[in-house]
């Protein structure tokens, strides 16, 4: 069955500090791979998908991913992470419009 | 981006009730979705809402319980019918951009039962 797993359930960070956060998903092929992130009290905020192409995408405020389809991994980076990117975070995975959610990772930012 | 935007934002209900959220979209879009994240927990999907059509349901989901309109390409419902506590949850529509790949979430409208 497909499957996406977030490992990490919390993570905590200084500010300034570089974060990764890490997604797996099991599929028999490359799926579109999609992160997101949840503010406290907010929907869902698109920060990047990867289709094909480049293994390494952007995204919007300073956050990138980097695609592994030998380790069938799509982890979410960011070199220094700011006090305002403490939130929720969703790996997804879809095959056409179906999605599947990871379990989402909650980054706490220390000042 | 299409800009979604959900009504209520949040509401408190008694057991028993039923309560109607909408959903509203700056554009024309196919496709539109309902999901459920109860809390602490990851994303749900309820059903997927096509114009003209019957809204198709996942595994767990049924329309007794959780009706949906789709009267236009713009705006969507879902009721959560006969509440109870545990459909306490955050309710969040999306759509699919115009790609036919991404979903678009609204903000999302947070319920609490009573």
């Known amino acids: 069955a497909q499957s996406v797993t977030q490992p990490d359930i919390h993570i905590t960070v200084s500010e300034g500090a570089s974060l990764e956060l890490r997604c797996n998903y099991s599929?028999?092929?490359?799926?579109?791979l999609f992160w997101y992130v949840q503010s406290p009290g907010q929907g869902l905020q698109l920060l990047l998908k990867?289709?094909?192409?480049?293994?390494l995408v952007q995204g919007i405020k300073g956050f990138e991913a980097e695609f592994k389809r030998s380790q069938s991994s799509f982890n979410l980076r960011k070199p220094s992470v700011h006090w305002s990117d403490a939130a929720e975070y969703f790996c997804?995975?879809?095959?056409?419009?179906?999605?599947?959610f990871g379990t989402g990772t909650r980054l706490k930012v220390l000042a | 981006s299409a800009v979604i935007s959900q009504k209520p934002s949040r509401d408190i209900c008694q057991r028993g009730t039923s309560l109607t959220i909408q959903c509203q979209v700056d554009?024309?879009?196919?496709?539109m979705f309902w999901y459920r994240q109860q809390p602490g927990q990851s994303l749900t999907l309820i059903a997927t809402?096509?114009?003209?059509?019957?809204?198709?349901?996942e595994s767990g989901f049924v329309i007794d319980k959780f009706p949906i309109s789709r009267p236009n390409l713009t705006f969507s419902t879902l009721t959560v019918s006969n509440m109870s506590p545990e459909d306490s949850s955050i309710y969040l529509c999306?759509?699919?951009?115009?790609?036919?790949?991404?979903?678009?979430f609204g903000p999302g409208t947070r319920l609490l039962v009573l």
């Open positions: 554009s024309q879009v196919t496709m």
């Open positions: 997804a995975v879809g095959w056409t419009y179906k999605y599947i």
């Open positions: 990867y289709f094909s192409g480049d293994t």
């Open positions: 809402a096509n114009q003209g059509s019957e809204a198709t349901y």
């Open positions: 999306s759509v699919l951009g115009t790609g036919q790949e991404t979903q678009y």
């Open positions: 599929y028999g092929a490359t799926p579109y």
